[in-house]
């Protein structure tokens, strides 16, 4: 039977997508790609057994185990999660949150409270259904902070901002089974990743649409952080222990 996985093509998850694609694990696994929310949801409601998930949603999985070494984090600006606005930090009064993330959601509350000393009021916003006004405020993520950024007078990169307030990485998605996974299976899935990270250019292609391939290349090596070290789990810990208590239950890593 095969391991159903929950991933996400967004273009800092291209060489993920490549590694699946063109290793002999892809005999193995049957691949669904939905936005960052929907993963969590898969996995929570049993429809997939292995997901790339973002932090905020993992300890609301039953079992939740980090399969990877493997992550999405950054170790300075990340350049596609961003608080985008027309207005300065100390006028903005509300901020529209994309919803296909929860982490973002999560740390941009967190640095309103906490770093920013700010508080304003909070909308969800589909940013898919309509056109955003330059003059309020958003959190946009993944490709769509890449590609409007520019459109605002005022951008704070959410990770740098992390980063600036806690000394530590940011990690944003993980990869997370809701069972225990055959050992054998892990290490296949580990090292397709792995192929994936080293044919980065080659994995940008499918988003030549999208982006030119020097921009795509550029931001994969200088914006996204991949290895799951030992500083990004303390980067994870630390926001874990700043959520809501519902959030502060057990996860296991496994190695």
């Known amino acids: 039977m095969k391991v159903r996985v929950s991933a ?20 193995m696994i049957e691949v669904e790609y ?8 898969k996995l929570i409601s049993g429809e997939a057994d292995l997901g790339l998930v973002p932090v905020a949603m993992i300890r609301r999985i039953p ?27 100390d006028k903005i009064e509300k901020i529209y949150m994309d919803t296909e993330s929860r982490t973002s959601v999560l740390l941009a509350r967190i640095l309103c ?4 000393k700010i508080s304003p009021q909070f909308e969800d916003y589909n940013f ?10 958003y959190i946009l993520i993944g490709d769509k ?17 992390w980063i600036n307030f806690k000394k530590l990485p940011f990690v944003f998605a993980c990869w997370t089974a809701n069972k225990d996974l055959d050992p054998s299976f892990i290490a ?23 982006f030119e391939p020097e921009y795509a290349i550029k931001y994969l ?27 502060k239950s057990r996860v296991r890593w496994f190695g």
């Not at 409270?113 to 920013?116: A, H, R």
């Not at 259904?129 to 309020?136: E, R, Y």
């Open 34 to 41: 939905v936005p960052p929310a929907v993963t969590a949801a």
């Open 221 to 247: 090596k200088e914006n996204i952080s991949y290895n799951l070290d030992a500083d990004k789990r303390a980067g994870l810990s630390e926001f874990w222990s700043l959520a809501p208590d519902e959030l």
């Open 8 to 27: 996400i093509s967004y273009l800092n998850t291209a060489p993920f997508v490549y590694g699946l694609e063109n290793h002999p694990v892809s005999g």
């Open 113 to 116: 409270e906490q770093y920013w």
């Open 188 to 210: 296949s899935f580990n090292d397709a990743l792995k192929l994936g990270l080293d044919n980065l250019e080659k994995s940008v292609k499918r988003f030549a649409n999208e």
């Open 63 to 89: 079992n939740p185990v980090i399969v990877s070494q493997y992550c999405i984090g950054a170790e300075g600006p990340v350049a596609s999660v961003l608080l985008c606005s027309g207005k300065s930090l």
């Open 128 to 137: 898919g259904k309509s056109k955003p006004d330059t003059a309020a405020s």
């Open 145 to 161: 902070a890449l590609k409007h950024a520019s459109d605002f007078a005022y951008v704070y990169d959410m990770a740098e901002e």
